[in-house]
């Protein structure tokens, strides 16, 4: 079984610009979550996606979106990039909507900003 | 406002030192308590989730405990391959958002 995949790996932005991550979840899984693990903060909560719908955002300016697509893979779009966006972003999947179904990882897209 | 909070920060042990890790948790509505091990440029693989306090959970060397404050994760007899860093993270309400402490570095020497 695939597991969840992201891409690119690596990606190098200056400042003001604008990056798209991308994810596609395990098979089967309907709901995708985004984190930024930044060096020294830990795994913070970013998007959750189940459905096509946004429900629920962490504590992020609004400059971070994503969406969700019919085939449940996702985006994650970052509008007017600060040096202090640098950091692992992770996308997570999981069976549907149970609170309490594990959340199965992919291993990151690591961006950098200059 | 929910928090997790891991102990210590960096743990070093000899192979066969067994030892335990702490996750101390305050959250609301607790859905579920999670550990995941980290390889550097890895994501975050699950290893266990604990629902209610009393449970307890075994793969190979590793056992996680729950209490109603607390997780543990007891490491019997490491091996140098169970280096990694350990994150716990707590599930809250209806949300599906984890909670994620600031992970533990485990280094085993042969």
Do not use: M
């Given at each position: 079984?695939?597991?969840?995949?992201?891409?690119?790996?690596?990606?190098?932005?200056?400042?003001?610009?604008?990056?798209t991550l991308r994810c596609s979840p395990i098979s089967g899984h309907t709901s995708v979550y985004w984190y930024q693990q930044a060096l020294g903060l830990?795994?913070?909560?970013?998007?959750?996606?189940d459905e096509g719908e946004e429900r629920n955002r962490g504590n992020f300016p609004p400059r971070f979106s994503g969406r969700q697509f019919p085939n449940?893979?996702?985006?994650?779009?970052?509008?007017?990039?600060?040096?202090?966006?640098?950091?692992?972003?992770?996308?997570?999947?999981?069976?549907?909507?149970?609170?309490?179904?594990?959340?199965?990882?992919?291993?990151?897209?690591?961006?950098?900003?200059? | 406002?929910?928090?997790?909070?891991?102990?210590?920060?960096?743990?070093?042990?000899?192979?066969?030192?067994?030892?335990?890790?702490?996750?101390?948790?305050?959250?609301?509505?607790?859905?579920?308590?999670?550990?995941?091990?980290?390889?550097?440029?890895?994501?975050?693989?699950?290893l266990f989730t604990l629902y209610s306090a009393g449970e307890e959970k075994e793969k190979e060397r590793l056992k996680a405990t729950l209490t109603k404050?607390?997780?543990?994760?007891?490491?019997?007899?490491?091996?140098?391959?169970?280096?990694?860093?350990?994150?716990?993270?707590?599930?809250?309400?209806?949300?599906?958002?984890?909670?994620?402490?600031?992970?533990?570095?485990?280094?085993?020497?042969?």
């Amino acid at each position: 079984e695939a597991g969840v995949t992201q891409s690119p790996t690596h990606l190098i932005k200056t400042r003001g610009q604008q990056v798209t991550l991308r994810c596609s979840p395990i098979s089967g899984h309907t709901s995708v979550y985004w984190y930024q693990q930044a060096l020294g903060l830990g795994l913070q909560f970013l998007l959750w996606y189940d459905e096509g719908e946004e429900r629920n955002r962490g504590n992020f300016p609004p400059r971070f979106s994503g969406r969700q697509f019919p085939n449940y893979s996702s985006e994650l779009n970052v509008n007017a990039l600060e040096l202090e966006d640098s950091a692992l972003y992770l996308c997570a999947s999981s069976l549907g909507r149970t609170e309490n179904q594990p959340q199965h990882f992919g291993d990151g897209t690591r961006l950098s900003i200059l | 406002e929910d928090q997790v909070t891991q102990s210590p920060e960096a743990l070093r042990l000899q192979e066969g030192e067994s030892s335990s890790l702490n996750c101390s948790y305050t959250v609301s509505g607790l859905r579920g308590l999670f550990w995941y091990r980290q390889d550097p440029g890895k994501g975050p693989e699950f290893l266990f989730t604990l629902y209610s306090a009393g449970e307890e959970k075994e793969k190979e060397r590793l056992k996680a405990t729950l209490t109603k404050k607390e997780s543990f994760l007891h490491i019997t007899a490491p091996k140098p391959e169970d280096s990694a860093t350990y994150l716990c993270a707590a599930g809250s309400g209806a949300n599906s958002k984890l909670t994620f402490g600031k992970g533990i570095t485990l280094s085993v020497r042969p």
